[in-house]
């Protein structure tokens, strides 16, 4: 079964990583698929690539969604190319890992802007799209285990991931009159380039894959599916939930 066919779904970041088996998994599904990147057109294009040999239309734009232009520009090609957005995933995310006692400023503020600014403008620009064509919506923000719990050389990082939390339980409050629908995935430790040099100290990597339940760390495509599924009907009365997609990390205490 199809579940987003006919809809028109847009992701952020989705030239790698996460967002990249979102945007392949919501073609497999039906959908035609925009996809905002920051860098290495190649990754871009494969994925454009990849989408239309599904059999469905796609198309890439380069730019930095720390800008809030970046989210109106893609909101208004997308409207141009598909004729609507049913759906916006919310993924772009950085996470340069540092020390909190010398974090430089500008880490600190580009991870921000970035991760919390850069969903916030997306997701708006999607909700007032959405709220004009009448007929609701879903977003789905990528938002973080990290939400919940801390990480010594996240201290940058893991509040704005608790921010795109929490920017789903007040916009499904925010945007529920209008039919749509605001959610966020919490991924666990899922092995993509953001967190590559992190764990390639085998010591490191060892101790994650052994606080995991399921024995493994996660691969891109275990978000797919999740993320699909909040985006389609099938999630219908649900809005403002969180669901973890941690391979079972979290409720490891012992
Ligand atoms: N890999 C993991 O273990 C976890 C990742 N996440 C989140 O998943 C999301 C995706 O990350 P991954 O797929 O893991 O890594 P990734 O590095 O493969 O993907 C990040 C994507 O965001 C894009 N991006 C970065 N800065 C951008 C900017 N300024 N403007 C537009 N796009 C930008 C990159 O080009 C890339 O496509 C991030 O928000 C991250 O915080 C959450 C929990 C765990
Ligand atoms: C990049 C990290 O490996 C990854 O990011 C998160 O949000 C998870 O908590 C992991 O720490």
Redesign the pocket.
């Known amino acids: 079964m199809k579940l987003l066919d006919g809809k028109t779904v847009l992701v952020t970041g989705g030239s790698t990583g996460i967002g990249r088996a979102a945007a392949i998994g919501a073609a497999r599904h039906g959908a035609d698929v925009a996809i905002n990147y920051h860098s290495r057109d190649e990754d871009a294009e494969s994925c454009v690539a990849e989408i239309e040999s599904l059999g469905q239309r796609a198309f890439a734009l380069k730019g930095d969604v720390a800008l809030p232009e970046t989210a109106t520009d893609f909101v208004a090609k997308a409207v141009a190319a598909f004729g609507k957005v049913d759906v916006m995933v919310s993924n772009a995310g950085i996470?340069p890992f540092h020390a909190f006692l010398d974090m430089p400023v500008e880490v600190f503020e580009r991870t921000q802007k970035v991760n919390m600014h850069g969903a916030y403008f997306m997701c708006q620009a999607a909700a007032r799209q959405m709220v004009a064509q009448g007929h609701g919506g879903a977003i789905v923000a990528v938002s973080?285990?990290?939400a919940l719990v801390g990480?010594e050389f996240?201290t940058h990082?893991t509040p704005t991931?608790a921010g795109v939390h929490s920017l789903m339980q007040s916009a499904a409050i925010a945007l529920g009159k209008h039919n749509i629908r605001c959610n966020s995935v919490l991924?666990?430790?899922?092995l993509t380039e953001?967190?590559k040099d992190?764990?390639a100290d085998p010591e490191k990597r060892r101790s994650m894959e052994g606080r995991v339940p399921l024995g493994r760390l996660g691969a891109p495509d275990d978000l797919a599916g999740p993320i699909v599924f909040l985006a389609s009907d099938m999630a219908a009365y649900v809005t403002g939930a969180a669901l973890l997609v941690d391979g079972g990390m979290y409720v490891n205490l012992q």
Not at 187 to 190: E, K, L, M, R, S
């Open positions: 996470c973080s285990i990290s990480g996240q990082y991931k991924p666990g430790t899922i953001i967190n992190d764990l």
